[in-house]
């Protein structure tokens, strides 16, 4: 039997945020690697790359990419289990991330698609990098319910995602990211059906395009079963969209900044091919166990039955199923 850690001791009962004990930290260093040469697809993928990006960005295989997720850290001090970025000026930014990105670009096959996450403080020098090697479709903004307010300014409550493609020719599926919406003005036709919207017994709702601005994440916080204590986690249900949208089941998702693991979770949970690259250790770790329990639970809070829901309202409508 596991033997409980301090830390899972002074845990609230509902708290169900992912820790690590010693032994969940000797297990999970076996599975990680380093690079120290040329590597090919078959050696990385599936694993987890426990490195600092830039020692292993030269050895990374070419063309092998199908979506590479970017979430690089944004240009703001913020310090990430001991190890601090530092915010720079606007050109010391530029210069730093395109130092990077132009050589990240040989990883992708011809129709990759890549999505690269920034805030209002980095999001221009993404799109003026990201702009120089790849084409631009779209700017996705995401709604951060979570943060404090500010007393002498607006507060951040949003995140920007820059969509780009290496060509004219990518994917994008539509149909698999339609939003599950509640009716709010349930309009008939003459003779009484329903006009643009269903009536069955999740109740009044309609499937709805998705759009560039997001509205129904979640930020993990620790009652939610895939909460870390990472700094900048993203929600799985934000790396579902992406991933259903841009690619197929065994195509390749990879993840420079891997952090603790989500986006190899969930590539993992849609069974496409994955690698990531963490420089912290515990990170890796962390999403290793991550990847372990997804195993056992694949599910993804905010998309089941095919469809994405609306924030807290999947709970709400089966709820309202049983008699």
Request: contains cysteine.
């Amino acid at each position: 039997m596991r033997k409980l850690t301090e830390y899972d001791k002074s845990k609230a009962g509902r708290n169900r945020t992912i820790t690590l004990d010693e032994q969940d930290r000797t297990l999970y260093r076996e599975r990680l690697v380093a690079l120290s040469g040329p590597s090919s697809p078959e050696e990385i993928l599936g694993r987890t790359i426990c490195q600092d990006l830039f020692e292993a960005l030269d050895y990374l295989p070419d063309a092998f990419v199908d979506l590479l997720f970017l979430d690089p850290p944004y240009n703001l001090t913020k310090t990430f289990n001991g190890k601090t970025f530092t915010q720079m000026g606007y050109g010391q930014y530029t210069e730093w991330f395109d130092s990077w990105f132009g050589k990240l670009v040989r990883v992708l096959k011809p129709d990759a698609s890549v999505y690269i996450c920034g805030d209002w403080r980095s999001s221009h020098s993404i799109f003026e990098i990201a702009s120089k090697h790849l084409n631009v479709i779209n700017r996705i903004t995401w709604e951060r319910e979570k943060g404090r307010g500010a007393l002498s300014n607006w507060k951040n409550a949003s995140e920007d995602i820059w969509h780009c493609t290496r060509s004219d020719d990518y994917k994008f599926y539509v149909d698999r990211v339609k939003l599950k919406r509640k009716v709010i003005a349930p309009y008939r036709t003459e003779d009484g059906a329903p006009k643009d919207w269903d009536d069955d017994r999740d109740g009044k709702f309609r499937l709805t395009h998705p759009s560039n601005l997001w509205t129904d994440l979640t930020v993990p916080f620790w009652s939610m079963p895939e909460n870390t204590e990472h700094p900048t986690q993203k929600p799985e249900k934000l790396l579902a969209k992406i991933i259903l949208a841009s690619t197929d089941e065994g195509d390749v998702v990879f993840d420079p900044f891997g952090g603790s693991g989500t986006t190899a979770v969930v590539a993992k949970k849609l069974n496409r091919r994955y690698a990531s690259v963490e420089i912290d250790e515990t990170y890796c770790c962390l999403a290793e166990k991550r990847l372990r329990m997804a195993e056992a639970d694949p599910s993804i809070q905010g998309y089941s039955e095919g469809v994405f829901w609306e924030r807290n309202t999947y709970g709400q409508m089966k709820k309202a199923r049983r008699p």
